[in-house]
């Protein structure tokens, strides 16, 4: 595996839905602990399929808009060089062997959920994996955190959401409503 | 019918995923256990556990809700339902945006989203570790995860499996 600073190469973007399909499906292999790093691995340092300008592009644009971003990304680059096809190959290579895995996580642990042992450790992942959410959240909130704008938002989201459950489909018109305010005039 | 709800509600919910899966966790348990009762709070951590421990976009935890919900077919359903709509949307856009790369719009938008996107992941965090009553072995577990996340930077992983450790000592 080749790391560190290679020479710039001229770009070469998959030729067939075959190639398309196998760097989907090795970005999917090697996503444990995060799929972006595997993605920019995949796409940018070893196929050459983008510039890194194009990655953060590209990726950037699946952030703002609503839904999974390395989801979202797969299928713009699938129709960008295959059309609708290229998106559903695209789509199907990321997804293929994480699904097939956590499949057969769900089963093993179906069929040994009653141990308590078992139960107990498994509690004791998710709120680990809880913890991950609080400290990503603190990471994205740190920049924003000195505008009492962004604080106010924040805050009035976590406690519509969390405390007072109340629906999504009724907290983001609001918040983005609001955020657009805001943002507007600079004060975010 | 199950399959039919379950497709609707995640299609509805794509439009709402911003910043990724972790800001539709607490509506997704809102109405997966408190509205439908398709599994109970308790569930729907472990399922959440269960996903940590996958590869993959984590957008695969719905897959898994719609496994325990409806088998094969339902894990089948809920992540199409998720990704379609949003997929549909960014193809249309992203033919849109190449027109209007310096637009100032971009940054107000991106601004606007960063603070909710902020406040929903850690309702996220909150949600799954207070499935019902506050429970203080939870919260130990998840903000010792969090300070090691944040001062230690060593692999999500590695985290993952102290936790593993943690909770078969406490529970």
Request: aromatic residues 10%.
């Amino acid at each position: 595996m080749a790391g560190g600073v290679t020479p710039a190469r001229a770009l070469a973007p998959p030729h067939t839905l075959a190639e398309l399909f196998l760097g989907f499906l090795a970005i999917g292999a090697r996503s444990f602990g995060g799929v972006l790093p595997a993605a920019h691995y995949v796409m940018v340092d070893q196929r050459h399929w983008l510039t890194p300008e194009d990655f953060t592009e590209t990726i950037g644009l699946c952030q703002v808009l609503p839904g999974p971003n390395i989801g979202n990304a797969a299928i713009v680059l699938g129709k960008r060089w295959f059309g609708l096809r290229g998106a559903f190959v695209a789509f199907l290579g990321l997804f293929a062997l994480p699904y097939i895995w956590m499949l057969a996580l769900a089963l093993l642990y179906t069929r040994w959920a009653a141990r308590p042992l078992l139960s107990a450790v498994v509690t004791g992942v998710g709120a680990s994996g809880a913890g991950l959410f609080m400290a990503t959240a603190v990471k994205l909130g740190r920049p924003i955190a000195r505008k009492p704008a962004a604080v106010a938002l924040m805050a009035g989201c976590f406690v519509a959401v969390a405390i007072g459950r109340v629906p999504l489909l009724v907290v983001m018109p609001i918040g983005v409503i609001g955020g657009l305010y805001f943002s507007r005039r600079r004060m975010l | 019918m199950t399959l039919i709800e379950l497709g609707l509600y995640f299609a509805q919910l794509s439009l709402l995923t911003f910043g990724g899966l972790s800001s539709v966790i607490p509506e997704m348990q809102r109405y997966i256990v408190d509205v439908k009762g398709w599994t109970t709070a308790a569930d729907f951590v472990h399922l959440f556990a269960v996903a940590q421990a996958a590869p993959g976009p984590n957008v695969l935890f719905t897959s898994l809700i719609g496994y325990r919900v409806a088998g094969i077919a339902g894990s089948l359903v809920a992540l199409i339902g998720l990704c379609l709509p949003a997929a549909a949307l960014t193809c249309a856009v992203a033919a849109l945006w190449e027109g209007c790369r310096d637009s100032p719009w971009r940054g107000v938008i991106r601004r606007a989203l960063a603070p909710l996107v902020v406040g929903l992941t850690f309702a996220g965090g909150y949600i799954i570790a207070t499935p019902h009553t506050p429970d203080w072995r939870m919260w130990l577990i998840a903000l010792a995860t969090a300070a090691g996340m944040l001062r230690a930077r060593v692999n999500p992983l590695w985290l993952l499996a102290g936790g593993a450790v943690l909770g078969g000592l406490l529970f």
